[in-house]
């Protein structure tokens, strides 16, 4: 019986996508960001308690990817559309539909993961999940501060840019590091301890600045930078 308790998990976090869509669809964009993120918990438990109760399986694998592409592809492309339609147009409403590429990359970069055996401590290209949750956060904070009142600052260029850019990254060659510890020792994870270090800095400044709203796109954008500039240092070593 327990080792069906991750594939339960992959199916909240599928019916938690799946919500979330209806919900946003509604213009309840807020309760929709929402979804995502507590979906976003149901898929890191669900591999957790694969590993821990030793119940991995192929079925296990497929299942977890065509959850992500529907949470984490088709979720918060649709939730960002309905922002952007949202927004005043600075360009043809037919930019909108620039979020048609996050769920044909996460489609991309899913089906890259789950033939690459060689993605076990480092992920090639941006991790969908990690693609998700910035446009979440950022669709979250947009929403719960009244973005019109922002300084009369329209996001829309802004987030057609980062679209096109996240997506890009998510079917790129650049090495993401996995937070995955298999020992605790600080030289092999130095990279991963760094991180830890700053994002804890990164959630006191948000708090102190009130930005909570958007403390996971800065940690998301902290886990891109660092990676980049990890990917220039080894191929400097080479």
């Known amino acids: 019986m327990l080792k069906h308790l991750p594939n339960l998990c992959t199916i909240i976090n599928l019916s938690l996508g799946f919500f ?43 299942l ?40 044909i990359f996460s489609a991309l970069r899913l089906a890259k993961f789950n033939n690459d055996e060689s993605q076990k401590n480092n ?35 802004l ?13 790129s060659k650049v090495s993401f590091f996995s937070l995955k510890f298999l020992n605790y020792g600080l030289k092999e994870n130095r990279l991963r301890y760094l991180f830890l270090s700053l994002t804890c800095i990164v959630i006191f400044v948000t708090i102190f600045m009130n930005l909570m709203s958007l403390t996971i796109a800065f940690i998301i954008f902290l886990y891109l930078i660092l990676s980049l500039v990890n990917n220039l240092i080894t191929k400097n070593e080479i």
Not at 20 to 45: G, H, M, Q, T, Y
Not at 132 to 148: D, G, K, N, Q, R
């Open 20 to 62: 979330s869509i209806i919900l946003a669809s509604n213009d309840e964009l807020l309760l929709a960001a929402v979804l995502i993120l507590f979906a976003s918990f149901f898929d890191f438990l669900d591999g957790f308690l694969a590993k821990v109760l030793n119940a991995s399986s192929e079925l296990g694998k497929q």
């Open 64 to 103: 977890d990817s065509l959850a992500d592409l529907v949470t984490f592809g088709v979720s918060p492309a649709f939730l960002v559309y309905q922002l952007l339609i949202n927004l005043p147009q600075i360009y043809s409403p037919y930019s909108n539909y620039i979020v048609v590429l996050i769920p």
């Open 123 to 157: 992920f090639t290209g941006l991790p969908t999940p990690a693609n998700a949750l910035f446009f979440t956060s950022i669709v979250f904070y947009l929403e719960s501060t009244s973005f019109s009142l922002i300084d009369g600052y329209n996001p829309y260029g």
């Open 159 to 171: 987030i057609i840019s980062l679209i096109i850019l996240f997506s890009f990254l998510m079917t």
